[in-house]
Nanobody, 129 residues
Framework: QVQLVESGGGTVEAGGSLRVSCSVS????????VGWFRQAPGKEREGVAV????????RYADSVKGRFTISQDVPKRTVYLDMSGLKPEDSAMYYC??????????????????????WGQGTQVTVSS
């Protein structure tokens, strides 16, 4: 089991930047894969970025490539999502998720929310126009 706690959400103007953080209770096999997902009202949860904290090339959704960066601080047990060039359509609840196997291949399949077993409560990001 692993517990995930997101923080750092807020309101930012379009074009601005924001960092959200995911605190991971412990590095176990349950957190082999850690990803960021988002869900806007009335829409399905979508993958934003995923990574293997132990090492690997992150995977990003096309909509955020070049604007968002996922990274990790292993000693601090934290995974970050740095967001820049924010757009109103980036507004959503952002969730951190972990799974033992979801990002085995770090393909687009790794961005599928249904593959992740452990979820945080989410942090709201609102981008004003």
């Amino acid at each position: 089991q692993v517990q995930l706690v997101e923080s750092g959400g807020g309101t930012v103007e379009a074009g601005g930047s924001l960092r959200v953080s995911c605190s991971v209770s412990k590095w176990t096999s349950a957190a082999n894969c850690v990803g960021w997902f988002r869900q806007a009202p009335g829409k399905e949860r979508e993958g934003v970025a995923v990574t293997k904290p132990a090492g690997g090339i992150p995977r990003y959704a096309d909509s955020v490539k070049g604007r968002f960066t996922i990274s990790q601080d292993v000693p601090k047990r934290t995974v970050y999502l740095d967001m820049s060039g924010l757009k109103p359509e980036d507004s959503a609840m952002y969730y951190c998720a972990a799974d033992p196997n979801a990002c085995y291949a770090l393909s687009d399949e790794a961005l599928t929310a249904g593959h992740y077993a452990h979820w945080g409560q989410g942090t709201q990001v609102t981008v004003s126009s």
